[in-house]
């Protein structure tokens, strides 16, 4: 069974950081490109970043850049999303995705910024 279960989440006060994991079971992540995407309440779901397959290449939104860092363990079977210096608009449900020859998502986890 195919899965992808985000984990790391939680309630954060501004100018904290979070660790999100991605653990993947069913498919092997060395041969997808991993993303973490993120969706605030009434907002379109937005790509947060990627990594490619190596993990020698990687894509982040402007508004994260500097900030967040995805990383891949693909010994483990798993993708990172480490949070510094959060604000209250990174307040979102982040989901991981898998992209390949099929398309997976997580189920998401929810990041809290707030004081």
């Known amino acids: 069974q195919v899965q992808l279960v985000e984990s790391g989440g939680g309630l954060v006060q501004p100018g904290g950081s979070l660790r999100l994991s991605c653990a993947a079971s069913g498919f092997t992540v060395s041969y997808y490109t991993m993303s973490w995407y993120r969706q605030a309440p009434g907002k379109e779901r937005e790509l947060v970043a990627s990594?490619?397959?190596?993990?020698?290449?990687?894509n982040y939104a402007d508004s994260v850049k500097g900030r967040f860092t995805i990383s891949r363990a693909n010994a483990k079977n798993t993708v990172y999303l480490n949070m510094n210096s959060l604000k209250a608009e990174d307040t979102a449900v982040y989901y991981c995705?898998?992209?390949?020859?099929?398309?997976?998502w997580g189920q998401g986890t929810q990041v809290t910024v707030s004081s």
């Open positions: 995705k898998g992209t390949g020859e099929y398309v997976y």
């Open positions: 990594i490619s397959r190596t993990g020698l290449s990687t």
